[in-house]
């Protein structure tokens, strides 16, 4: 049967499935690489773009973690649906809170953690369990834009407070506590910052459980970075601050280990004085939580191993050679005219303030990214993505090798397109 053209079909792609992917950076990405697909270059693609550093030799983890999971799969242990009550969820979830206690200064209970598939499943655990009708939430900017998206999927308001770039990208205690009222549920914090680079001072942090605490909100903590530090800055966790303020802390396997793929994080509740358990907000977790996938069996299988026997020179060698990455794309970007980057001293980004002053008939970041991979191969996220106009950040977590070509081919098209003075 041939159906007429003015058939009329009854349903339609939803809007706010479209308005949200604009929010990812996959949505900016995949054009950019879309673009290198379409031009007559030849050169390799240097991405400089992704928190995934896992496909590079240097960079690769343990033989001890894939040992552990290559014996998860060889025990047949772990062939079924993870079941909340299996022996293994229970054992992974103490294993997990004995791994941060210790550095709390008090102990986390199996009870106070929940596995997630990895930390971007638990960003929307939380954030659709806050969302209930008239309430906000306030996130930073700039920031990971996943938070976004979610809070358009689950209609929960957005109000963005500012990161301080002259003051290491510390949180705008005043902007916060403007921006806050009697509906703000929670505020986000990624520490260390994606994806700034920065690492912030218990000082500081203690200031801005003190603001939620005053507000009357709870801090979801971002630490899918956490240790992962090389400046000045020791890494504290948030949770330390528990007592007053509660603490949601989102956490994974997936940069320390340099593990993405394996899809295995966690939601560890710091809430000493049983705040989020009077008000509702443990059962929501576990409930929504309830309602989706579940973390790899294998990865939960192998998890005790990984946190407990993981060597600590694979620790170091790592925080030396982010380090000396972070240090050699700082510098390359600072001999650069029209940028000025602002150092990093943790996870594995740097952000950048560009100047299109000086570039001739370049108008905007994104238009910068997308003529920078057409003619060069270079891929890296345009500020808007983040909330950041004219900003870019730099992915530095690569092989050397590739990082100081990328950053000549960068340097090679400034000086290609600058204007004449």
């Not at 972070?326 to 029209?338: F, H, N």
Request: hydrophobic residues 40%.
């Amino acid at each position: 049967m041939e159906l007429s053209s003015n058939w009329r079909w009854k349903f339609e792609g939803s809007e706010v499935a479209k308005k949200a992917s604009a929010f990812t950076i996959r949505s900016y990405l995949n054009p950019l690489r879309e673009t290198i697909d379409k031009s007559d270059i030849t050169k390799s693609v240097i991405p400089l773009s992704h928190g995934d550093p896992s496909g590079f030799p240097s960079f690769r983890t343990t033989k001890l973690s894939e040992d552990a999971l290559l014996d998860a799969l060889q025990s047949a242990k772990y062939n079924g649906y993870p079941d909340p009550q299996t022996c293994y969820i229970l054992q992974a979830t103490r294993a997990v809170a004995e791994y941060l206690s210790h550095d709390y200064p008090h102990e986390l209970s199996a009870n106070d953690v929940l596995m997630t598939a990895g930390a971007k499943q638990a960003i929307d655990v939380l954030i659709t369990a806050l969302a209930v009708p008239g309430a906000n939430i306030l996130l930073p900017r700039p920031g990971y834009p996943t938070y976004e998206a979610i809070a358009t999927f689950t209609h929960l308001e957005m109000r963005h407070y500012d990161l301080l770039p002259e003051q290491d990208w510390e949180v705008d205690i005043d902007g916060v506590e403007a921006l806050a009222d009697d509906r703000t549920v929670a505020i986000v914090v990624i520490n260390p910052g994606n994806p700034c680079g920065n690492v912030y001072k218990r000082e500081h942090l203690k200031k801005i459980a003190e603001a939620a605490r005053k507000v009357g909100m709870l801090v979801i903590s971002d630490e899918a970075y956490a240790h992962l530090v090389f400046g000045s800055n020791p890494f504290v966790p948030m949770g330390v601050f528990g007592e007053i303020s509660p603490i949601l802390t989102i956490g994974s396997i997936s940069k320390k280990w340099m593990v993405p793929g394996w899809r295995l994080g966690w939601i560890a509740m710091c809430d000493p004085n049983g705040i989020l358990q009077k008000h509702g907000v443990v059962e929501s977790i576990k409930n929504y939580l309830n309602l989706g996938i579940v973390p790899p069996a294998l990865t939960l299988g192998a998890i005790t191993r990984i946190l407990v026997e993981t060597p600590e020179d694979f620790y170091s060698n790592t925080i030396n050679l982010l380090r000396k990455a972070a240090d050699i794309c700082y510098t390359g970007l600072r001999e650069i005219r029209c940028f000025t980057p602002y150092k990093p001293h943790g996870s594995m980004f740097l952000m950048a303030k560009l100047n299109l002053s000086f570039l001739e008939g370049i108008n905007s970041d994104l238009e910068f990214c997308t003529r920078l991979a057409r003619e060069e191969s270079v891929v890296v996220l345009p500020g808007e993505a983040l909330g950041m106009k004219n900003w870019v950040r730099v992915t530095f977590a690569v092989e050397i090798s590739v990082l100081e070509d990328g950053l000549s081919r960068i340097k090679a098209f400034c000086f290609r397109n600058a204007k004449q003075q």
